[in-house]
């Protein structure tokens, strides 16, 4: 593997020491305390394949991205058994996101989990395209719609509107692009409520 394509590849990996000593640290970890409590609902009620993953919640420090799915990079070269991290800012404002928000993004992230965790470790390496705006756009988008599949269409919604609100106008640009936007997550409801329609439309 070259620098540059190890590089990308960490970016989507995680290193494992990053952890809980510094969630224990003012604000640091109350987020992530909200979001394992959900996180371990969530999995139960729609992610039933997760029930045995190893995944871990831990704070991070961010401006643009709230929630983040990852993976840990140890585990990945060293492990026989891979470790999961779902990695959630720290910043308190996160308490204003609406609680059927909050659930839908963590299923989009535990979404991307499933995606991780499927076959052999060595499709990760995939992951390298995640640079690629192309890539990255589908790679998220696919999150979205497993999401929606799951019910968590009308929360979706409203985590990007209230996303929309909480991000710099470069973000926002960047954010319409690589998600769904609430139109386009009605769309796609509707369309997996009536197939049918749907091929109508594409024609
Ligand atoms: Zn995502």
């Given at each position: 593997m070259s620098l540059s394509c190890a590089l990308i590849l960490l970016l989507l990996a995680t290193p494992v020491?990053?952890?809980q000593s510094e969630s224990?640290?003012?604000?640091?970890g109350l987020n992530a305390q909200w979001a394992g409590q959900l996180i371990l609902d969530i999995r139960l009620t729609?992610?039933?394949?997760?029930?045995?993953t190893n995944i871990r919640v831990e704070p991070f420090h961010g401006h643009s991205d709230y929630f983040q799915a990852r993976f840990s990079i140890l585990h990945f070269l060293f492990a026989k058994r891979m470790q999961y991290v779902i990695r959630v800012n720290d910043?308190?404002?996160?308490?204003?996101?609406?609680e059927d928000a909050g659930r839908a993004i963590l299923a989009h992230e535990l979404a991307h989990v499933q995606y991780y965790a499927?076959?052999?470790?060595?499709?990760?390496?995939?992951?390298?395209?995640?640079?690629s705006s192309s890539y990255r756009r589908e790679f998220e988008r696919r999150a979205d719609l497993e999401a929606t599949q799951l019910g968590y269409a009308q929360g979706l919604k409203n985590y990007r509107l209230w996303l929309y609100q909480h991000v710099s106008a470069k973000a926002l640009l960047e954010k319409k692009r690589d998600y769904l936007s609430p139109e386009e997550i009605d769309a796609a409801a509707r369309a997996l409520t009536n197939p049918v329609c749907l091929r109508v439309d594409e024609r």
């Open positions: 020491w990053a952890d224990a640290e003012g604000n640091r729609s992610f039933p394949r997760l029930a045995n910043d308190p404002g996160i308490q204003t996101v609406p499927s076959g052999s470790r060595i499709h990760l390496l995939g992951l390298i395209r995640y640079n």
